[in-house]
């Protein structure tokens, strides 16, 4: 499973799960997605087929909810609930490596379906 991590995570976060052997990208080290609209983001997660990990949850559920409506697939959207991982937390990082890990170790298919990273911790 490959991974494309929403602006507002973390780069260490991309940095960490690549150092363990992850294919992660974040939309913040790419000049082609920053700024992009949650929609082109979407759209290119399926073409490169990288599941988005987001705390955008509101956008992203609809979009998700849009996108199947409409005939279309995604890749997949984990949802990171600020409640959960909060990012003024230090151990926040930690949490976050250790559950997309666990995710990353399930590898299930996740097309056209979202997930809470919680549910991986």
């Not at 290119?44 to 979009?63: G, K, M, P, Y």
């Not at 995710?103 to 299930?108: E, N, V």
């Amino acid at each position: 499973m490959r991974l494309l991590l929403d602006e507002m995570l973390p780069l260490a976060l991309a940095t960490e799960l690549r150092r363990r052997g992850h294919d992660v990208v974040g939309v913040s080290e790419r000049d082609d997605l920053r700024s992009k609209p949650d929609e082109f983001l979407l759209a290119l997660a399926w073409i490169e087929q990288r599941v988005i990990v987001t705390e955008n949850l509101s956008d992203f559920r609809r979009l998700s909810a849009a996108a199947i409506r409409g005939g279309e697939q995604h890749a997949g959207v984990v949802l990171a609930s600020n409640e959960v991982f909060h990012r003024a937390n230090q151990r926040t990082l930690g949490r976050m490596v250790r559950a997309l890990e666990g995710l990353l170790a399930a590898d299930p298919d996740l097309t056209n379906r979202e997930v809470w990273l919680s549910d991986w911790l």
